[in-house]
């Protein structure tokens, strides 16, 4: 169990540990009911976000998981409409209300919008920040160009970016920005929606080790330096299986299978989405 709680720690101050719970499309008390049971099968990194809907659902597990709040790393996110100060603000509470907590230990901007004004928004979220309602900040769905804004522009304390990272879609401009400049990287959709069993070399891979595909490709990337993951998992023998994942050594046959393998599937890409940075 010590090594689930093996954490990131960034120039932001931030220490986030390295395999989370994502919650996206859970609801009401079948949200409550998974985060309740991952807590309690050892997990300690929640993420949810404000236009999910379901902060209440993770507030309630929070609350009755039977775990101190300060043992708990909760991530919520700001809708990228309400990205002026005002807006920010009452988002900001909102979701504090909702996950009855007085602070989330990470704030992101969930998406970069087309019209946004970033100085303005990055510094909406360092208030947030200096007002105690989030310990860290960061973005999500950044590409490089725009996390170099932010952070060597506006030199904001982006402490992690989230974004669509797993065995089938590269992402080594992005991930080596954040490495080099003390940001964490937690991937999302790390399990590339479900699509990871139709890869023959990750079957093999997975043979060699008596594990699953998913579990290889969450491992290959929890073995990367400064990289967290967050799989949606809502059966306790999925959330299982994702800890279980933490005690396969890879080896440098393994990775060079897996570095074979296409890397340009991206699977989270909606109308608002930024200029990517090219696969690689």
């Not at 990470?106 to 200096?130: C, F, G, Q, T």
């Not at 959709?189 to 890869?199: K, S």
Request: charge should be negative; hydrophobic fraction near 45%; proline fraction near 5%.
């Amino acid at each position: 169990m010590d090594r689930i709680t093996d954490p990131i720690v960034t120039s932001g101050g931030m220490s986030m540990p390295k395999l989370g719970l994502g919650t996206w499309r859970m609801k009401g008390a079948e949200c409550t009911e998974a985060v309740q049971r991952a807590l309690g099968l050892g997990y300690r990194h929640i993420d949810t976000a404000e236009m999910y809907g379901n902060e209440e659902a993770v507030g309630e597990a929070l609350v009755n998981g039977g775990v101190p709040r300060d043992q708990v790393h909760v991530t919520s996110k700001v809708w990228h409409e309400n990205l002026s100060a005002d807006a920010m603000q009452r988002s900001i509470d909102a979701s504090l209300a909702k996950l009855r907590t007085d602070y989330v230990d990470l704030y992101l901007i969930h998406w970069p919008s087309v019209d946004m004004d970033l100085p303005d928004a990055v510094h909406n979220l360092m208030r947030v920040k200096e007002q105690g309602k989030a310990r860290a900040i960061g973005v999500s769905n950044f590409p490089v160009a725009l996390l170099r804004r932010a952070v060597e522009e506006v030199q904001a304390p982006i402490a992690c970016n989230q974004f669509e990272y797993h065995v089938l879609l590269g992402q080594s401009s992005l991930v080596g920005y954040c490495q080099s400049h003390g940001v964490a990287a937690s991937a999302y959709a790390p399990l590339a929606q479900g699509r990871l069993a139709e890869h023959e070399e990750l079957q093999a891979i997975a043979r060699k080790h008596g594990a699953t595909p998913a579990q290889v490709a969450l491992k290959w990337l929890l073995d990367q330096p400064g990289v967290a993951a967050i799989p949606k998992a809502m059966r306790a023998e999925s959330q299982q299986a994702n800890l279980d994942a933490l005690r396969i050594e890879l080896d440098d046959t393994d990775r060079a299978a897996i570095s074979m393998l296409p890397k340009t599937q991206r699977f989270v890409n909606p109308g608002w989405a930024p200029v990517w940075d090219l696969a690689a």
